[in-house]
């Protein structure tokens, strides 16, 4: 048994834990780099949402419809798609609840949730999963935030998926320090490379990180890492 992260492109991810499968974020159809990800095949239990931005929902409600997964999310945005008939778990910040997959935590992120039509979606998050497979941290969009410091003093950080992309989010360097702050050398970069304002240079990336004594993964979209 072994947890498996697929990049979906974005800040949409993939994730197997033994027979459970978890899409993060889904924002693949309109996503021109991710055209060779068939949301129709994916697989579904869970939909987590870190927010309810344009680009971490726009394929929620047609892959909850597809594969009945059950949306997971702060308070609003479940309620959301509640309205919608589409079943869900709310949580809010600092919040854990045990899964089948695991123990789910909603953290803190700085940021701002609202739906695409103004509304309000709550306050943004990200989550820990700590499974019997290792233990994964998923930042959302988010600030380099002090808040990360509390993260190690709860819970032993195995990898981190942290945005990298800047001007909506941290960018490398803030990232580097949030490496630090949740004391965790393995790190996957995403939100990054999907429009104009988030290009990066990838080698800069992986220099900032290996000189700060770090492994940065960019997966290409649609590959994995095993943990
Ligand atoms: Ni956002
Ligand atoms: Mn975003």
Known sequence: ????????????????IGDTHIIVDPFISPNELAKDIN???LKADYILITHA????????????KNTGAKIVSNFEIVTHYGNLGLEGHPMNHGGSWQFDFGRLTYTNAIHTSSFPDGSYGG????????????????????ALTMDMKLIPMQCKI??????????????????????????????IGYHYDTFGYIIIDHDDAQAAFSKAGKD????????????
């Open 1 to 16: 048994n072994d947890m498996k992260i697929t990049y979906l492109g974005h800040a949409a991810l993939a994730i197997e």
């Open 123 to 142: 306050q943004p998050g990200g989550f820990i999963l700590e499974t019997s497979e290792g233990n994964l941290y998923i930042a959302g969009d988010t």
């Open 53 to 64: 931005h344009q680009d971490h929902i726009v394929d929620v409600e047609a892959i909850a």
């Open 39 to 41: 949301i129709n095949e």
């Open 158 to 187: 195995d990898l981190a998926v942290l945005p990298i992309g800047d001007n909506f989010t941290m960018g490398i360097e803030s990232a580097v320090i949030a490496a630090d702050f949740i004391e965790c050398k393995n790190i």
């Open 216 to 227: 940065l993964t960019l997966l290409p979209i649609g590959d994995s890492l095993t943990l």
